[in-house]
Nanobody, 116 residues
Framework: QVQLVESGGGLVQAGGSLILSCAAS????????MGWFRRAPGKEREFVAG????????TYADSVKGRFTISRDNGKNTVYLQMGSLKPEDTAVYYC?????????WGQGTQVTVSS
């Protein structure tokens, strides 16, 4: 059974930092493009950042560019999202998935709350 498990969320003040982790089990995602997504209260889920499987090329939503960094450790089958200069509008549940997404891989997500 394939699982993607997100962790690392929490409550942080505006301007603070967090590092999210996404651990994959059940299969290797070494050569899969992966991404982080988020759903804010009352909004649709949106793309945050992506990283390619082969060369680690990264892409970011304009809203997080320069503040967030996506990375991966293929040996650990884990993808990370380093978040800095957090803003209240970054408050959301954060999910990882393949990019483009696979509906069967959505996990529980991890809650990030940024207080002003």
């Amino acid at each position: 059974q394939v699982q993607l498990v997100e962790s690392g969320g929490g409550l942080v003040q505006a301007g603070g930092s967090l590092i999210l982790s996404c651990a994959a089990s059940g299969r290797t995602f070494t050569y899969r493009d992966m991404g982080w997504f988020r759903r804010a209260p009352g909004k649709e889920r949106e793309f945050v950042a992506g990283i390619s499987g082969s060369y680690g090329r990264t892409t970011y939503a304009d809203s997080v560019k320069g503040r967030f960094t996506i990375s991966r450790d293929n040996g650990k089958n884990t993808v990370y999202l380093q978040m800095g200069s957090l803003k209240p509008e970054d408050t959301a549940v954060y999910y990882c998935n393949t990019n483009p997404v696979s509906p069967n891989y959505w996990g529980q997500g991890t809650q990030v709350t940024v207080s002003s």
